[in-house]
């Protein structure tokens, strides 16, 4: 048994080089699955998907697949033609299976894919689509009891069909996260974000399963207070923002995201920026989508505050305020004028 088709994380350039930490702590606590830090879409948002490439029939199958996400995770697939979809997804056989996670798609150039099936059945399809809403490897999870047999896995994963490097084998099989840099830490064995490896690849004997479909763990993961609550009920949980007038709040949670919606009924020039001690990042969406990427600020305020000086057209805007580490909290103040 050997483990061939292996998807790998697409990271952004400026995540090359922390992207993983090795682990170092004791788990705090039993959550099940992982999603990384800072990388959840805004609760209740519709993302847009567009196909740049396939078959009709590899079409239909994502179109059949993919949306058992928004089953349990509070947002919505939208299948489009529209040029600046924020997922454009690929069929190329040469590319291997990958995705960008969670919202660094949003950094990613329209005319550019941002996620490729290189081979597809649901369980790949279903994989690839939880790195896009935000979720990482299963055995990447600190919490999961793999001890991997490096030189082994080095060895196969140097040869077809993945012809790895040992610093992409290293980043995408044998590190795993630091608890701080997640959401979550019980390992699944069933998730569909884990692969099947051959015991030979482990030092403890350890093989894992092919996963098919979402476990329980995925479904109650991404319906939870972590990831995307409220697909019963949805509702619009952002504070709003009134001209000149400040919000005072704080990040109490490591990896907490604020949402702040701006309703703009006169177009101009818009000033939005946080004050404090707290090294903040600012992040605007609109109009009226809570996805489609304006800008983001870190460090343009005053000392380690964010600051965005942006023309608005009329209607609704939504600001995402977060700290700059994943794993710290803080206090500040958010507010807007023209």
């Not at 567009?50 to 697949?65: E, I, L, P």
């Not at 058992?68 to 697939?77: H, I």
């Not at 949805?234 to 990896?255: H, R, Y």
């Not at 004050?275 to 969406?285: K, Q, R």
Request: glycine share 8%; charged share 25%.
């Amino acid at each position: 048994m050997k483990a061939r088709k292996i998807c790998y994380d697409k990271v952004l350039p400026r995540d090359l080089h922390r992207a993983h930490n090795i682990m170092r702590a004791a788990s705090p606590g039993k959550a099940g699955a992982i999603s990384l830090k800072n990388k959840a879409w805004i609760n209740g948002s519709t993302i847009r998907i567009r196909f740049v490439s396939g078959t009709q029939a590899q079409k239909d199958m994502v179109m059949d697949f993919a949306p058992k996400w928004t089953e349990f995770a509070n947002l919505t697939f939208e299948f489009t033609d529209d040029m600046d979809a924020e997922i454009r997804v690929a069929f190329d056989p040469n590319d291997g299976a990958w995705s960008y996670v969670g919202t660094d798609n949003l950094h990613i150039p329209s005319n550019q894919t941002t996620l490729n099936l290189g081979w597809q059945d649901e369980g790949v399809i279903l994989h690839e689509f939880g790195h896009m809403i935000g979720l990482s490897h299963e055995h990447s999870n600190p919490d999961g009891g793999i001890e991997w047999n490096e030189a082994v896995v080095l060895n196969e994963l140097a040869g077809p069909p993945n012809f790895w490097d040992e610093q992409k084998v290293r980043h995408n099989v044998l590190t795993k996260y630091n608890f701080n840099q997640i959401h979550g830490t019980e390992f699944d064995p069933d998730s569909v974000m884990l692969y099947a490896f051959p015991a030979e690849w482990t030092t403890n004997g350890i093989a894992t399963h092919e996963n098919e479909d979402l476990s329980v763990q995925d479904e109650t993961f991404v319906a939870s207070e972590k990831m995307y609550p409220g697909r019963d009920q949805p509702e619009d949980t952002s504070v709003e923002l009134k001209l000149g007038i400040s919000v005072e709040t704080d990040i109490a949670q490591a990896g907490e995201q604020d949402v702040y919606r701006l309703k703009v009924s006169s177009a101009g020039e818009y000033t939005l920026q946080t004050f404090g001690a707290m090294d903040a990042v600012l992040s605007l969406f609109g109009p009226d989508s809570k996805t489609r990427f304006i800008a983001e600020n870190d460090d343009g305020g005053e000392g380690l505050n964010s600051m965005l000086r942006v023309e608005l057209s009329k209607g609704t805007y939504y600001a995402q305020v977060r700290h700059y580490s994943a794993h710290r909290t803080g206090t500040y103040r958010m507010m807007v004028v023209k």
